[in-house]
């Protein structure tokens, strides 16, 4: 919204400031200003001049000879390069010497052979808008010599609002005037106009009325709370005098001719939306609000061709739609040059139907933006009371005395009761009853106490302030009123949080802290996934941006690889990345239908999707960062599983085990089996698994000939422990005795399986047991293959002599020949 | 040695004497040693004297004594000393050695914790110290708990807002962090005070500053006796922790449906100290959050007596925050994962 500050002077005689300042002060008390922006700066040397003669220049066919009358005492050759230039017509005119905004001067010079002196602007040249395209053409009444500036009443300064939903009344000058006007002043007031009044004597009715040989129709209350009309006859349609013209242009509105130029002077200075009908192309001489009916067209003022369903609200005459309520007026029936009678329209449509005839036509107008807010339903008949006085005195023609009302009444002010009390309560203001008065009553709130409870202040809501519903309305009201920066800063004592701290950022911090300590960066991304190879699990968005984002990720790893791929665009071979986010997927059942008032916990029950919190990293390329002084090979299998193995151990979230099985009671599984060569490790806890890792298949990505192989794991984050279960063991007293161990045994069998039997078989004197050699080939049979072990043995109350050690180790080679088939090669 | 009818006394101070010039006068360690093994060693020149120790008249024992364990101390000081400038001397005429110190170390990798979840991790620490925990919510929310119970109706301006990624006539991907708000009084009895950060989502298609999946944090105070100064002093204490101490702050009327009175706030402009740059577009201020006490209605939605509680709720945007604070110009490079962004944080 723009508000130009001339316009808001005008309306509140008395108020100070510059531009700026005014800007901060609503910026401060009311809605924020995105820009000031200066108008008609630098247009002193500027004058209004008429084209008493253009002729074709001889030499270039786009340029035009003018003679030029600026009110001097000979014509003034100049040359012309505007497509509009037209004989008999007023422009804004720069003599030689003088200057444009920016301080170009302009001289006299030859063009194509014959003297320019000086130059026709448009309206860009003269920073006033951005239309290039011609010069800027001035209709109404000018007298030729006189200030360019003065003419256009400039310069003036255009506040552009970021308007808050709640505010609607600031949409309009007066409003905004309202917020600014001095306190001690008689606030802000439209000046009369310099014309006939028209004090109106209502024709009424609930559903119809007519008066004046117009008929006006309701039919459906829903839609259309009133409806009220007035007639114009014998207008002249043509431009708006220059003063109506610099108010619109000062406001960002485009001057027309004067019938809609008055309809818009009132939009923008007190919010009521207006249309005007011209009259003799109303069917029947009648209007009706109705639903349209289905199927049916109407071509919109701005030439587009609608088909109506009945979910628009529709004007209709006699026969068939003429407009789209509360939203465009049509075409058919549009103002024209030639139009010598009105029907001037203020109406109250309702909000939502407002809102659905908009969407149903895809139009979105100043007029429907303030419905959908609601208007002050209290002020249409001065609203409608200023339109025809405005037509009257720029237009001519005779208003009927009739004006016609149909619909219910306006609604009586609204009266909300303020504890000073509460005051204090929320604010922290000890506020005198007169205090808050003398805050809110210079912006139209009435107070009067209540008799019999004096902490109590009837305040009473002025039309245009329907989002004044509360009291905590009001407070915001006194708050800001008060001045947000005026409130005393004081800390305050506190009560600490009941709320314990959630478990999972715990997790996801340990979870940071471990990864960022083994060389990964954290990543971040947007849970959004193409469809590619779509799971059922997968939830598409309704609307979504693109094709690319059209689903919600089920696992982090495909977003992760998408990261790497984009790293190798960019030339980096080695990465090291997590994220650690959230996965979506939907609920196994039906879920029941929801009433209207379904409590919240029967919301989340009926939720048919669920989500989990996870993370999940990415390893490729070099496993230490290159180094003159040593070889760094790629990251392999024993990296991933050794990372997978600190994972589970320091979170403490189960152990890692070859084969698990893919969990098919979690709601969610790790649905990227298929993402994973089958070298996966399967982390299990206790509640069923709890992640995955391995390397990532060759096929699944767009990897770079250069690239290493890429490992990837992913889990959930539930099962890690946050607690410290950590608990001091005390320290051996006595020496430890080691033994190697080597064997041949079946390369079937697992080293898993080779440790457990061995720790089955050890006494608890043995306190660890550690693999460090593995060997295939040539030296062993075919089939088979050899481990070394050591084995640590110690006692916790004396020094382990040599037989106990070897009777130790001689059960466990026994339990290694019986149950694996092992056979010792030295120990 | 010759006792030349001198006393003890008399002879230990010459060991002393000479033995002090003898370690002093040595050149290196193995003279260092020699000077020690003859005085100090266990057959050396004070152990001798001592012996004779026992030959005294009672009444000159313990004088004697003491100045015997005086000799010997300040001769193993003397001692020390003359070692460790020996070595010094050593290692400062050593020869040179023949590595290229110049050369590069070995190094781990470089590592880093996103910008942005540092600046979330810094804005609930700062919270902490004034009672705040940490609570999270679902990213996919009904639309009561999105909207209704934060008193936006769903058929109301108010809620073009948010322009919201549906799943569901009634499911969306939560358009802002408030819902959280809703579950924590729904769950817990006041005294509230929490911070929920998390990812929220809106219909807005990528460009440099719009991203259609973003972080926020919401933060939410309730409890008897919260007024508008204490919420104006919390916020406060924040800006002047995070922003740095004389970080002014200015509060502007804006609207929320679930605050009121609700409000912008401004920090001064932390790029150019207020004085006007193209980052606060010449204000010199930069809008931080969005903030205000909670609406009653949001606490009649969820059950609470709004005539004993009251409270006050915020909410603002981290990646924004990092953004403006590492002079990121481009929101997608926060997403991209793109390792030569991320090492800068490391």
């Known amino acids: 919204m723009d508000v130009s500050v001339n316009w808001l002077r005008a309306l509140a005689p008395g108020m100070q400031g510059s531009a700026t300042e005014l800007a901060d002060r609503l910026s401060l008390q009311a809605i924020p200003v995105d820009r000031v922006v200066s108008v008609g700066d630098g247009l002193e040397g500027i004058v209004v001049a008429r084209v008493v003669e253009a002729a074709r220049h001889p030499d270039a066919d786009r340029l035009t000879l003018c003679k030029v009358d600026a009110g001097r005492d000979e014509l003034i050759d100049v040359v012309c390069g505007a497509p509009n230039v037209e004989q008999g017509a007023l422009y804004p005119y720069v003599p030689p010497g003088e200057s444009l905004p920016g301080g170009f001067v302009i001289e006299s010079r030859k063009i194509r052979g014959e003297m320019s002196h000086g130059m026709l602007c448009s309206e860009k040249e003269l920073g006033l808008g951005r239309d290039s395209g011609g010069i800027l053409r001035l209709d109404g009444e000018f007298t030729?010599?006189?200030?360019?500036?003065?003419?256009?009443?400039?310069?003036?300064?255009?506040?552009?609002?970021?308007?808050?939903?709640?505010?609607?009344?600031?949409?309009?000058?007066?409003?905004?005037?309202?917020?600014?006007?001095?306190?001690?002043?008689?606030?802000?007031?439209?000046?009369?106009?310099?014309?006939?009044?028209?004090?109106?004597?209502?024709?009424?009715?609930?559903?119809?009325?007519?008066?004046?040989?117009?008929?006006?129709?309701?039919?459906?209350?829903?839609?259309?709370?009133?409806?009220?009309?007035?007639?114009?006859?014998?207008?002249?349609?043509?431009?708006?005098?220059?003063?109506?013209?610099?108010?619109?242009?000062?406001?960002?509105?485009?001057?027309?001719?004067?019938?809609?130029?008055?309809?818009?002077?009132?939009?923008?200075?007190?919010?009521?939306?207006?249309?005007?009908?011209?009259?003799?192309?109303?069917?029947?001489?009648?209007?009706?609000?109705?639903?349209?009916?289905?199927?049916?067209?109407?071509?919109?003022?701005?030439?587009?061709?609608?088909?109506?369903?009945?979910?628009?609200?529709?004007?209709?005459?006699?026969?068939?739609?003429?407009?789209?309520?509360?939203?465009?007026?049509?075409?058919?029936?549009?103002?024209?040059?030639?139009?010598?009678?009105?029907?001037?329209?203020?109406?109250?449509?309702?909000?939502?139907h407002t809102r659905h005839t908009a969407r149903a036509t895809g139009l979105a107008t100043d007029a429907s933006y303030r419905f959908e807010r609601g208007i002050d339903e209290t002020g249409q008949e001065s609203a409608i009371r200023r339109c025809v006085e405005l037509i009257l005195a720029i237009a001519g023609g005779v208003a009927d005395s009739n004006g016609l009302r149909v619909g219910s009444p306006p609604p009586a002010n609204r009266v909300v009761a303020l504890r000073i009390s509460r005051i204090g309560r929320v604010l922290g203001l000890d506020l005198s009853v007169e205090e808050v008065t003398r805050l809110i009553a210079p912006i139209g709130f009435d107070t009067r106490p209540k008799a019999v409870d004096s902490d109590v202040l009837l305040v009473t809501v002025p039309g245009w302030r329907g989002d004044v519903t509360t009291e905590a309305d009001l407070l915001e009201e006194v708050a800001r009123r008060f001045g947000y920066d005026a409130f005393p800063r004081q800390p305050r004592s506190f009560r600490p949080s009941a709320v314990p701290d959630c478990a999972d950022r715990g997790r996801a911090d340990e979870v940071r802290s471990l990864l960022v300590s083994r060389g990964l960066y954290e990543a971040r991304s947007v849970p959004f996934v193409p469809a590619g190879r779509s799971a059922e699990s997968r939830i598409p968005l309704l609307k979504p941006l693109s094709a690319a984002e059209g689903f919600?990720?089920?696992?982090?790893?495909?977003?992760?690889?998408?990261?790497?791929?984009?790293?190798?665009?960019?030339?980096?071979?080695?990465?090291?990345?997590?994220?650690?986010?959230?996965?979506?997927?939907?609920?196994?059942?039906?879920?029941?239908?929801?009433?209207?008032?379904?409590?919240?916990?029967?919301?989340?029950?009926?939720?048919?999707?669920?989500?989990?919190?996870?993370?999940?990293?990415?390893?490729?390329?070099?496993?230490?960062?290159?180094?003159?002084?040593?070889?760094?090979?790629?990251?392999?299998?024993?990296?991933?599983?050794?990372?997978?193995?600190?994972?589970?151990?320091?979170?403490?979230?189960?152990?890692?085990?070859?084969?698990?099985?893919?969990?098919?009671?979690?709601?969610?599984?790790?649905?990227?089996?298929?993402?994973?060569?089958?070298?996966?490790?399967?982390?299990?806890?206790?509640?069923?698994?709890?992640?995955?890792?391995?390397?990532?298949?060759?096929?699944?990505?767009?990897?770079?000939?250069?690239?290493?192989?890429?490992?990837?794991?992913?889990?959930?984050?539930?099962?890690?422990?946050?607690?410290?279960?950590?608990?001091?063991?005390?320290?051996?007293?006595?020496?430890?005795?080691?033994?190697?161990?080597?064997?041949?045994?079946?390369?079937?069998?697992?080293?898993?399986?080779?440790e457990r039997t061995i720790r089955a078989a050890a006494p608890p004197l043995l306190t660890s047991v550690r693999l460090f050699d593995v060997y295939e080939g040539d030296k062993v049979e075919e089939g088979r293959r050899s481990l070394a072990w050591r084995l640590v043995f110690r006692a916790p109350d004396r020094t382990l002599t040599d037989p106990e050690v070897d009777g130790a180790v001689a059960g466990v080679v026994h339990r290694l020949e019986d149950d694996l088939d092992v056979r010792i090669r030295a120990s | 040695m010759a006792t030349d009818g001198r006393s003890l006394r008399e002879r230990l101070e010459e060991i002393r004497q000479r033995g002090i010039s003898a370690i002093r006068s040595a050149t290196d360690r193995d003279e260092v040693e020699q000077a020690r093994v003859e005085y100090l060693g266990r057959s050396g020149l004070i152990s001798q004297a001592m012996s004779e120790l026992r030959d005294l008249p009672v009444e000159e024992k313990p004088e004697t004594g003491q100045t015997g364990n005086r000799v010997k101390g300040e001769l193993e000081t003397t001692l020390e000393l003359r070692l460790s400038e020996i070595e010094a001397a050593a290692a400062a005429s050593a020869p040179t050695t023949s590595v290229d110190l110049t050369l590069p170390g070995r190094r781990s990798w470089r590592d880093g914790i996103h910008p942005v979840t540092r600046v979330i991790d810094e804005i609930c620490e700062i919270f902490r110290e004034i009672g705040f925990t940490v609570a999270t919510g679902p990213e996919i929310e009904s639309d009561w708990h999105n909207f209704t119970a934060l008193n936006i109706p769903l058929d109301h301006p108010a809620a073009d807002m948010h322009d919201t990624f549906y799943l569901a006539d009634d499911r969306l991907l939560r358009t802002h962090t408030s819902p959280v708000q809703a579950r924590v009084m729904l769950a817990h009895e006041p005294p509230i005070r929490v911070l929920a950060p998390g990812l929220c989502f809106r219909r807005d298609p990528w460009d440099a500053s719009h991203a259609p999946a973003f972080e926020q944090i919401e933060g939410l105070a309730v409890d008897e006796g919260i007024d508008f100064i204490e919420f104006r002093s919390a916020i406060d204490f924040f800006v002047q922790r995070f922003f740095g101490a004389g970080t002014r702050t200015r509060f502007r009327p804006s609207y929320f449906p679930f605050t009121e009175p609700s409000a912008e706030v401004d920090v001064t402009c932390f790029l150019c100290d207020g004085s006007g740059c193209s980052t606060c577009k010449g204000t010199g201020w930069i809008e931080i959050m969005g903030s205000g006490m909670v609406n009653p209605a949001v606490f009649d939605a969820v059950g609470y007596d709004s005539e004993k509680y009251t409270g006050y709720a915020f909410g603002m945007g981290p990646g924004r925050i990092a953004m403006l604070r590492y002079r990121i110009p481009d929101i997608r490079l926060l997403y991209e994962g793109d390792v030569s962004f991320l090492e800068q944080f490391g």
């Not at chain 1, 030439?303 to 006699?318: K, M």
């Not at chain 1, 996966?680 to 290493?708: F, K």
Request: net charge negative.
């Open chain 1, 552 to 754: 919600l990720r089920t696992d982090l790893i495909p977003v992760l690889l998408g990261r790497v791929e984009h790293n190798w665009s960019r030339g980096h071979r080695d990465i090291r990345l997590f994220e650690v986010g959230t996965v979506f997927g939907r609920r196994a059942g039906d879920q029941a239908e929801l009433p209207a008032d379904a409590t919240p916990e029967q919301r989340d029950a009926a939720n048919p999707f669920s989500e989990e919190r996870r993370f999940a990293f990415v390893l490729t390329g070099a496993r230490l960062p290159v180094h003159w002084g040593s070889e760094s090979p790629d990251t392999d299998m024993w990296d991933l599983v050794g990372l997978v193995e600190e994972l589970a151990e320091e979170l403490g979230f189960g152990t890692v085990e070859p084969g698990l099985e893919p969990d098919e009671s979690s709601e969610r599984t790790f649905g990227f089996d298929s993402w994973l060569d089958e070298a996966v490790v399967h982390v299990g806890g206790n509640g069923g698994l709890t992640g995955v890792a391995g390397r990532v298949r060759a096929t699944m990505i767009d990897a770079p000939r250069w690239s290493a192989p890429v490992f990837a794991g992913e889990f959930r984050l539930d099962p890690i422990q946050t607690e410290d279960q950590r608990e001091y063991q005390s320290l051996p007293q006595y020496p430890a005795v080691s033994r190697d161990l080597a064997f041949t045994l079946a390369t079937s069998v697992s080293v898993a399986d080779v």
């Open chain 1, 144 to 352: 030729v010599g006189q200030g360019f500036a003065e003419a256009m009443a400039l310069p003036d300064a255009r506040l552009e609002l970021d308007l808050t939903p709640n505010r609607i009344d600031l949409a309009c000058h007066l409003g905004v005037a309202r917020e600014l006007a001095p306190d001690d002043g008689p606030g802000a007031v439209p000046p009369p106009f310099d014309g006939p009044g028209w004090d109106a004597s209502w024709a009424d009715g609930v559903s119809e009325a007519e008066a004046g040989g117009v008929r006006i129709v309701i039919e459906d209350a829903d839609r259309c709370n009133r409806y009220l009309g007035a007639i114009v006859r014998g207008i002249t349609v043509g431009p708006s005098p220059e003063w109506l013209q610099a108010r619109l242009r000062g406001a960002g509105a485009r001057p027309i001719n004067n019938v809609v130029d008055a309809t818009n002077y009132v939009l923008l200075e007190l919010n009521q939306p207006l249309h005007a009908f011209d009259l003799a192309r109303l069917g029947g001489s009648e209007v009706r609000v109705r639903a349209a009916e289905a199927g049916e067209k109407l071509r919109t003022l701005d030439g587009v061709d609608h088909e109506l369903t009945p979910v628009a609200t529709v004007i209709a005459d006699a026969e068939t739609a003429i407009a789209l309520a509360g939203v465009m007026g049509g075409e058919d029936s549009e103002v024209t040059l030639d139009t010598t009678d009105l029907l001037i329209e203020c109406a109250a449509f309702d909000p939502r």
